[in-house]
């Protein structure tokens, strides 16, 4: 048999074992129904609308201030309704009475209608008849002019990135973790040297690879499509050709970076025999992948600074903080590819050197090996 | 004919093989035999390219071995194994698949088997759900689906009950007598001696005695025949005294036990004997192959 065709027969028995396994369909399902809720929520419980505001007046000569204030709450983006008795915040004589710190933007919003009260007074005493006060008060609004086009679509933008950083972390963890204890298995049950008396051991981690990494692919196409579906339908996000292609990018960088740590946590779990062992020789690629995912989180309010431009060219790290700045707009053609480029050259040079770390070390059984001993196994 | 040819193979300091050399004929069952660490697993191993030798090599019908021959041999490892929570007939049709079958071919051998030896009822359950003689039937069932050409099995017999025992025999008699060469190693000598044609004994990882059983008895007794004789009626075996060459070597319950020298003939012993009672038993003794593996590994 061809190794082509023994690493597609190995890739075929994963994806079978492991597409069937109740685990896998409950957790599938599970993030799915999560993905949604993240997706829809927003906009269902009404974030990202006006904020509203209830204030109480306890002395009659603020009143003015809060009529004020709910006339201009409208540049505020928010809404201010005067309430009788309690409320949070309360205009008392000269003053804001808060139970505890109050909102910034009411209180701006407050001192503003305050502002035009005592202003309208000062111009009412100084002569001007109630209209021209209310134009000099009233101005024609500043109008704002960017220089590069501004995207209304930006913040929406913002939570598909986010949920993209999110969602490539855990894919890439979980998928990290099925290489390697579909490995460990192996050597556990002592079926891998069955297995090795027919193909040799780069066809089998290739071939366990592969398969992993098709049904992690095939997940994550289907997390993405029902995430974006459900964003779309709910009118959370404007689905575009710009979103469509930030979401196929992202999912080449998975295929990247799954390709880079399928390899490492393989040839890490070959290592060891036991289960119980695993968790020691794999917390460093953990490590990698959790520092991976706290770096993109400043890289997702700062997408063009520094840090994000450095991480993009750093490959273990690459795959989660590159696609925030692809759906956020940020990264330029030829960065993305030069990122890209990295990170497959990176692969490329792991690989090898990972098969022939697991081929050293995936018949040995025992005691945990040290990458070394692996390393000299495989040239005898 | 399959050949290990001067295998060798350390790992650091410890010698595992040096030189091994020997053969097995087709259609010939050979018990490998040795003391433990002696290299018997690290042969079989190699043959299986599961390791690489240090020197040496290995030839099937005169051809150094490669992976595409490799995929027509069949092996048990010492370690068994199997994926615990594949089901019996997938997983069967698996490995038929690794050693090369078509899809069709993959599936009828795998009903075959699982028919052959009593697996019907359980070819839908996961392996890790059978008992440990069913597992274990899989476990041979994996080392045949593919009709191998030769046969290398580690230990099959070890951890099975006679019911087991007799499956196993059986089924790679059946094998051999279809014209396979089947290599097994066991440190059970008797069946050994009882299902062998051949025997190869091992020790340091070299090779100290081989050829067929029968063949290694007879010339394990060196230029001496032994004779278990008994007779009834009579005591003492003094009448031993009057054969020419024989010497009365051992007296007990199980008879007398004679030893002939310098052209002593078991048919004159035979007719003194009766002159001296009613012969109950007679027999030539033979050294069994645990003795002759105690020798050659003294030696």
Same mark, same amino acid.
């Given at each position: 048999m061809s190794g082509r065709s023994a690493i597609a027969l190995v890739a075929r028995r994963e994806i079978l074992e492991r597409i069937f396994e109740k685990s896998f369909i409950i957790g599938t399902a599970v993030t799915l129904v999560v993905i949604a809720a993240v997706a829809v929520l927003p906009s269902a419980l009404g974030f990202g609308g006006r904020d509203e505001y209830s204030i109480a007046v306890a002395d009659p000569a603020m009143r003015p201030v809060a009529d004020a204030a709910v006339r201009g709450a409208g540049a505020f983006d928010a809404e201010v309704e005067i309430v009788g008795g309690d409320a949070g915040v309360t205009l008392t004589e000269g003053g804001i009475r808060a139970e505890e710190k109050p909102d910034d933007k009411l209180v701006n919003l407050l001192q503003a209608a305050n502002a035009r009260v005592s202003s309208g007074a000062a111009l009412r005493d100084a002569g001007l008849d109630a209209e021209q006060?209310? *134009?000099?008060?009233?101005?024609?609004?500043?109008? $704002?002019?960017? !220089?590069?086009p501004v995207d209304e679509a930006a913040e929406d933008r913002g939570g598909f990135a986010f949920i993209a950083v999110v969602l490539l972390y855990g894919q890439l963890i979980s998928m990290g973790y099925f290489v390697a204890m579909g490995v460990v298995e192996e050597k556990n049950t002592r079926v891998v040297e069955l297995v090795l008396s027919t193909v040799r051991p780069r066809v089998l981690l290739a071939g366990k690879i592969l398969g992993l990494g098709l049904l992690g692919f095939g997940q994550l196409l289907l997390l993405a499509a029902a995430g974006i579906g459900a964003a779309a339908a709910s009118g959370a996000l404007e689905v575009n050709g710009d979103v469509l292609v930030a979401a196929g990018l992202a999912?080449?960088?998975?295929?990247?970076?799954?390709? =880079?740590? &399928?390899?490492? =946590?393989?040839?890490?779990?070959a290592l060891v025999s036991r289960q119980e062992d695993l968790q020691s020789v794999i917390s460093p690629l953990t490590v990698l992948l959790m520092v991976g995912l706290f770096v993109s989180f400043p890289v997702l309010d700062d997408p063009d600074g520094t840090l994000a431009e450095v991480v993009s060219f750093i490959p273990p790290f690459a795959p989660m903080a590159m696609p925030p700045r692809i759906a956020l707009g940020e990264a330029g053609a030829l960065e993305v590819?030069? &990122?890209?480029?990295?990170? !497959?050259? #990176?692969?490329?040079?792991?690989?090898?050197? #990972?098969?022939?770390?697991?081929?050293?070390g995936v018949m040995r059984?025992? %005691? #945990?090996? +040290?990458?070394?001993?692996?390393w000299r196994a495989a040239r005898a | 004919m399959l050949e290990l040819d001067g295998l060798s193979k350390r790992y650091g300091d410890v010698v595992a093989l040096d030189g091994?050399?020997? %053969?097995? /004929?087709?259609?010939?069952?050979?018990g =490998?035999?040795?003391?433990?660490? &002696?290299? +018997?697993?690290?042969?079989?191993?190699?043959?299986?390219?599961?390791?690489?030798?240090?020197?040496?090599? $290995? *030839?099937?019908?005169? %051809?150094? !071995?490669? /992976? &595409?021959?490799?995929?027509?041999f069949g092996y048990m490892p010492e370690e068994r194994g199997l994926y615990p929570k594949m089901r019996v007939h997938d997983q069967l049709v698996y490995f038929a698949r690794l050693h090369g079958l078509a899809p069709a071919d993959a599936d009828s051998a795998a009903r075959r088997w699982i028919e052959r030896l009593g697996l019907v009822e359980r070819a839908r359950d996961r392996v890790e759900a059978l008992s440990l003689g069913n597992q274990q039937r899989v476990q041979l069932a994996v080392a045949l689906v593919h009709e191998p050409e030769v046969l290398v099995l580690d230990e099959p017999f070890s951890g099975l009950d006679p019911v087991g025992v007799d499956v196993m025999s059986g089924v790679l008699r059946e094998r051999a007598?279809?014209?396979?060469? @089947? @290599? =097994?190693?066991?440190?059970?000598?008797e069946l050994v001696e009882r299902l062998c044609e051949d025997v190869a004994i091992v020790n340091h990882g070299r090779l100290v005695a081989a050829g067929s059983v029968a063949e290694l008895r007879e010339r394990g007794r060196g230029g001496t025949e032994q004779v278990r004789v008994r007779v009834e009626g009579e005591g003492d075996g003094a009448w031993v005294a009057g054969v020419p060459g024989a010497e009365l070597a051992a007296s007990g319950t199980?008879?007398?036990? $004679?030893?002939?020298?310098?052209?002593? *003939?078991?048919?004159e012993l035979l007719d003194a004997a009766r002159a001296a009672g009613t012969v109950t038993h007679f027999s030539l003794e033979r050294p069994s192959l645990a003795e002759l593996f105690r020798a050659a590994v003294a030696a």
């Open positions: 006060a209310r *134009r000099a008060l009233s101005p024609e609004p500043l109008r $704002v002019t960017t !220089v590069e999912l080449a960088w998975f295929v990247v970076g799954y390709a =880079f740590y &399928a390899a490492a =946590f393989g040839c890490a779990a590819a030069g &990122a890209l480029a990295v990170t !497959v050259g #990176a692969t490329a040079l792991l690989i090898p050197l #990972a098969a022939r770390i697991y081929s050293g059984t025992g %005691a #945990a090996l +040290k990458l070394r001993e692996a | 091994l050399t020997f %053969a097995v /004929a087709g259609g010939r069952m050979c =490998f035999v040795g003391p433990n660490g &002696a290299g +018997k697993t690290t042969a079989m191993r190699i043959v299986l390219g599961v390791l690489e030798p240090d020197a040496g090599t $290995v *030839r099937w019908r005169g %051809a150094p !071995v490669d /992976a &595409a021959t490799r995929a027509r007598d279809s014209g396979v060469p @089947v @290599v =097994f190693s066991s440190h059970q000598l199980r008879g007398l036990l $004679v030893r002939l020298t310098g052209g002593g *003939r078991p048919e």
